[in-house]
């Protein structure tokens, strides 16, 4: 059995994500204790009870002490196997960080997995649906790893109610060296419930910040009547993106300057991955057991990750300088 304790470096939900799906992995029981024993409300929210939830579904994982406000669990799994099923997390709790928690585990389940889940498509703190599919998985395809994730409708804070089709198919991963693959930066202007000139104004304003600095842009724009009220931008080129959600009394200028202003930063930069995507592709580069990215900078979310992943797996991660980015790598 191996115990992990939640509160090491940066002490978040995605300790317990990487240390689920870990498990199932291995199929390995594992303990975790102290989980976000420091955040402001300490112990599994809605979005974290409903994704260990979908791994034990995928694993037939016996869990105990899944309940909200927890600090430990524990977590038993079996076979991993094919899951079609329909997911809600009922609040605005992200579908991205679910899907995270049983990413790894989908590419070594015997079936395919199909879920249709509903919750927050676009919520602060986390990737967005389009980042996902846009930015993790067109990277993880690279290793081979075969996912995809429709946004059918958008999910906002706080009601929610987004829905997403998600599928994985199960696959060997590769071993990978990222290269920078910058290019034309795409994105999606959003809103539901909204004026339509709040869409038009975030592209604009992203665009012609972006292209100001040389970049070529195609920003479209999706305006509709979803169960929640929200904006927001998604910009990617290569394996960079940049993700700004719109809040009441911010100017639809702003989130559009906020998601280019992230672009550029990441644009400018030589590193090949931008740095979210570094802490997503930690787990996966421990399970091809050799690969390679540079990234900006070494965040506490991805030196956090590669402790949690050399718990699990026979694997050593090297980090080391590289022109003004850092390269992390396992030989
Ligand atoms: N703007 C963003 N774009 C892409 N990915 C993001 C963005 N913001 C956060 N993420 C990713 O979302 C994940 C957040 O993990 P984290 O542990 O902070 O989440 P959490 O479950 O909400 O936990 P907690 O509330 O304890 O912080 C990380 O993989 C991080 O890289």
């Known amino acids: 059995m191996i115990t992990i304790d939640g509160s090491y470096g940066e002490g978040g939900g995605q300790i317990l994500r990487t240390a689920v799906s870990l498990s199932a992995v291995i199929k390995e029981e594992v303990t975790i204790k102290n989980i976000r024993k420091a955040r402001p409300q300490p112990g599994l929210k809605t979005q974290h009870l409903t994704s260990i939830e979908t791994a034990a579904l995928m694993c037939d994982a016996q869990v105990e002490g899944l309940f909200p406000g927890s600090t430990e669990i524990r977590f038993s799994p ?3 196997k094919g899951l079609n099923a329909e997911i809600d997390i009922g609040t605005a709790g992200s579908i991205p ?5 049983i990413m790894p585990a989908a590419a070594h389940a015997s079936g395919n997995v199909s879920l249709r889940i509903k919750g927050g498509t676009d919520v602060i703190w986390s990737p967005s649906t389009d980042y996902l599919e846009n930015v993790t998985f067109r990277a993880l395809s690279r290793m081979g790893y075969r996912a995809h994730l429709k946004t059918i409708s958008r999910g906002y804070y706080p009601r929610g109610g987004g829905l997403t089709e998600l599928s994985i198919e199960p696959s060997g ?9 910058d290019g034309i930066v795409s994105g999606i202007s959003h809103s539901s419930r909204l004026p339509g000139h709040v869409t038009q104004r975030q592209a604009s304003c ?6 100001r600095e040389g970049y070529e842009c195609e920003i479209g724009t999706e305006v509709t009547q979803d169960v929640s009220t929200g904006s927001g931008i998604n910009l990617w080129s290569g394996f960079k993106g940049a993700v700004s ?5 911010l100017p639809a200028e ?3 300057s906020m998601a280019a202003g ?5 644009l400018r930069s030589d590193a090949a991955v931008d740095r979210h995507l570094a802490d997503q592709l930690i787990p996966f580069l421990g399970l091809a057991g050799s690969g390679s990215f540079t990234t900006a900078g070494l965040t506490e979310h991805t030196s956090t990750n590669i402790w949690v992943t050399e718990q699990f ?19």
């Open 206 to 211: 992203a665009q012609e910040i972006l292209e």
């Open 262 to 266: 992230e672009m550029l930063q990441d």
């Open 245 to 249: 959600i719109g809040k009441r009394g």
């Open 313 to 331: 797996l026979d694997v050593k991660f090297g980090t080391e300088k590289k022109n003004g980015s850092v390269e992390i790598h396992v030989r």
């Open 78 to 80: 079996v076979e991993i």
């Open 97 to 101: 960080l679910l899907v995270q928690c």
């Open 254 to 256: 702003k989130v559009g």
């Open 173 to 181: 991963l590769n071993a990978y060296d990222y290269t920078r693959e």
